[in-house]
């Protein structure tokens, strides 16, 4: 399984995946492949750009012609597949996108795979990067598990959930050997500006109001970008055919507790006086159909495949920090032009 797809590369998760990737495995050949929508950046893979074991193709997963002409000329051991519509704000203003991205996009993927590793679908993997809001809402109490039945809300959730099925569909009915991971909210380095974390870091930097959806009383669980990418590596390579793990860092917070926190960090990397970017908190109209809770039970990964997160929170969140703060270039480039559009859109009550 040394030829491996990545589709998504060049977004905030999937940058994580090909790096850890291209760096863990010098013998294997990793191929990112993404349509560098909004949220699809090249500079998030500066580093490793060079690398002789990487390359980077242009493609959009909707176009089921160009899907085929790729697994046929490239002939991939596996795929690893991110490429999504990922932000639940945009699907609730446009859910196409996410039909067409999530859903067909996954099924084309699994059409080509279908085809082309016919007779061979044990040496091959198809592996489906998701999300647990697929679960749908928690109350105060309980966590999901991989045999949570699925209920999602938002058109986000509702065309990953789909993506699922067709993906466990497929490894049922044809026997692609198939995996799938449902995953907490990430947050880390290279995260795009419309999610909460960075959107915070950003307006505290320009001293900007913090929109907070409600009353900031939503709960997730957070996890670090680069503890997923080592799960989604462990998971490719070891997880049993056919199989699904949940992810996440028995770590929930808040909304509000999670933003006074970051205000606190970003108060004293600043050298502002502390107190002083809580002021910003301004309390928006929440979102649509706004889950209340989630939160996951890990134990089954790190029971079979010996995972665990490796840092804590407030450590996680101290690097997130200091990466915006010396990344600004980065920062600057990603939140002009049409960004600001999206913003202003987004939040103009
Ligand atoms: P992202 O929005 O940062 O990146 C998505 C990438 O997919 C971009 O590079 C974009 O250009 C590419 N893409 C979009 N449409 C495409 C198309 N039609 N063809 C080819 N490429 C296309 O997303 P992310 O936050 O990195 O999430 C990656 C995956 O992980 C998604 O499948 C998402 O559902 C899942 N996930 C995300 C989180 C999270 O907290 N961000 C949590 C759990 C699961």
Not at 125 to 153: I, K, N
Not at 263 to 269: A, N, S, T
Not at 298 to 323: A, R
Request: aromatic share 12%; net charge negative.
């Amino acid at each position: 399984m040394k030829k491996i797809i990545i589709t998504g590369g060049a977004g905030f998760i999937g940058s994580h995946v090909v790096r850890r990737m291209v760096t863990t495995y010098p013998d294997y050949e990793i191929i990112n492949l993404d349509k560098l929508t909004y949220a699809g950046n090249l500079e998030n893979l500066k580093d490793i750009e060079d690398k002789a074991n990487y390359r980077f193709i242009k493609g959009d997963i909707v176009d089921a012609d160009f899907i085929d002409r790729l697994f046929e000329e490239e002939k991939p051991d596996g795929i690893i597949h991110l490429a999504a519509e990922s932000h639940v704000d945009r699907s609730i203003s446009d859910p196409s996108a996410f039909v067409m991205t999530n859903v067909i996009g996954t099924v084309n993927l699994l059409n080509a795979a279908r085809n082309n590793w016919e007779g061979a679908y044990d040496q091959h993997r198809f592996y489906h990067v998701s999300t647990d809001e697929v679960y749908g809402a928690l109350g105060a109490e309980g966590l999901f598990t991989e045999e949570t039945s699925y209920d999602p809300h938002s058109p986000y959730s509702a065309s990953k959930a789909s993506s699922d099925h067709f993906v466990r569909a497929y490894g049922d009915t044809y026997g692609l050997n198939i995996v799938i991971s449902n995953c907490s909210n990430n947050y880390g380095s290279h995260h795009f500006p419309e999610k909460l974390i960075p959107l915070a870091i950003n307006n505290i930097k320009h001293n900007q109001p913090i929109p907070i959806y409600g009353k900031g009383e939503n709960v997730r669980d957070w996890l670090w970008v680069e503890d997923h990418a080592r799960a989604i590596d462990l998971i490719y390579h070891k997880a049993a055919g056919g199989s699904t793990y949940n992810i996440g860092g028995h770590n929930e917070w808040t909304n509000i507790d999670l933003i006074h926190l970051l205000c606190e960090i970003m108060d004293r990397k600043l050298n502002r006086p502390q107190g002083s970017s809580a002021e910003l908190i301004t309390y928006v109209t929440d979102r649509a159909g706004h889950d209340l809770r989630y939160a996951i039970d890990s134990s089954k990964l790190q029971k079979d495949l010996g995972w665990t997160p490796s840092i804590t929170f407030e450590e996680g969140l101290e690097k997130t920090v200091d990466w915006f703060l010396e990344n600004g270039e980065w920062l600057e480039n990603v939140t002009s032009g049409q960004y600001l559009e999206y913003y202003k859109q987004q939040y103009k009550d």
